[in-house]
């Protein structure tokens, strides 16, 4: 039998942050929710759950800092093993275009990652969107929380479609892709 993936995006819960940079996670696993045609299936594990025929896809209600509640309770339901896990999440150290892949690791101080780390481990696979970084660190929280411009979404359209191949076979996936001109 073949074990199911769960792609978990992360992401704030409410209107107010739909478009922020720190939500791409719920934004990229909207994107695969419809490129899969996955359907959801509950609101039971402090997160909204879907299913498709290959993967499970995981958006916490919890806000960021608690992700981690909401991917233990579907890891241990599923008895999915970390190498199934993929986790998206925005990464201001990389610029917008940007994609790294990679398993284990650091959280690299993004509070969704120390949550999920708290309470899985963090022997699971990240895919680290880059959102870039203001010139100045006191801005680090308003840039994260601010939203994504128009002219950007066409970039991040590309980058999804990226993430849909990679994560059918996240173990031989590129370590980095850098697309040029998207900021």
Not at 69 to 93: A, G, M, P, Q, T
Request: with cysteine; charged share 30%; aromatic share 10%.
């Amino acid at each position: 039998m073949k074990s199911v993936k769960l792609i978990v995006g992360l992401g704030n819960p409410g209107k107010k942050y739909e478009f922020n940079r720190h939500n791409i996670g719920f934004l990229a696993v909207d994107y695969l929710i419809d490129e899969f045609r996955a359907s959801k299936i509950s609101s039971k594990f402090k997160g909204e759950l879907f299913k498709s025929e290959d993967f499970l896809f995981l958006k916490p209600n919890t806000f960021m800092n608690l992700s981690g509640e909401s991917v233990v309770l579907v890891k241990e339901f599923y008895k999915i093993s970390n190498e199934n896990i993929i986790v998206i999440h925005d990464d201001i150290d990389l610029k917008l275009g940007a994609l790294k892949f990679k398993r284990g690791g650091g959280s690299g101080g993004h509070n969704g990652l120390k949550s999920i780390d708290a309470h899985i481990g963090n022997d699971y696979y990240r895919v680290r969107v880059g959102v870039g970084r203001p010139e100045r660190k006191e801005e680090v929280i308003n840039h994260v929380l601010s939203d994504f411009k128009k002219d950007e979404f066409e970039c991040l359209k590309e980058l999804f479609l990226l993430i849909k191949e990679a994560i059918k076979d996240i173990k031989n996936a590129p370590s980095r892709f850098s697309r040029k001109g998207c900021s």
